[in-house]
């Protein structure tokens, strides 16, 4: 069993940045495949970013060059670097882990966090 807890999300205006952290307790950390989704209000979660167990990195066209997916072993948390953010990125984001699945939809993941809010003002 994983528990898994966000901090990290604000309000920020169009081009600045954040970052979210996800602590991960329960069980061993690097057997995951760990990510971050988001769900706007009226919206389907969709995938941002995922880091396979051998940290191969995948990440939303939406998303790329401006987000970066990275984890600490020796922390056991899991982090996600917002930059140059858009009102668009506004919505709930969540961190997920599965042991056997990884992928960028969120039926592949079966722990989820509570997420933490990020909202972007123009």
């Known amino acids: 069993q994983v528990q898994l807890v966000e901090s990290g999300g604000g309000s920020v205006q169009a081009g600045g940045s954040l970052r979210l952290s996800c602590a991960v307790s329960g069980d061993t950390y690097r057997s995951y495949c760990m990510a971050w989704f988001r769900q706007a209000p009226g919206k389907e979660r969709e995938g941002v970013a995922l880091?396979?167990?051998?940290?191969?990195?995948t990440y939303a066209d939406s998303v790329k060059d401006r987000f970066t997916i990275s984890k600490d072993n020796a922390k056991n948390t899991l982090y996600l670097e917002m930059n140059s953010l858009k009102p668009e990125d506004t919505a709930m984001y969540y961190c997920a882990a599965d042991r056997l699945r990884c992928g960028v939809y969120a039926a592949s993941y079966t722990y989820w966090g509570q997420g933490t809010q990020v909202t972007v003002s123009s």
């Open positions: 880091i396979t167990r051998n940290g191969g990195m």
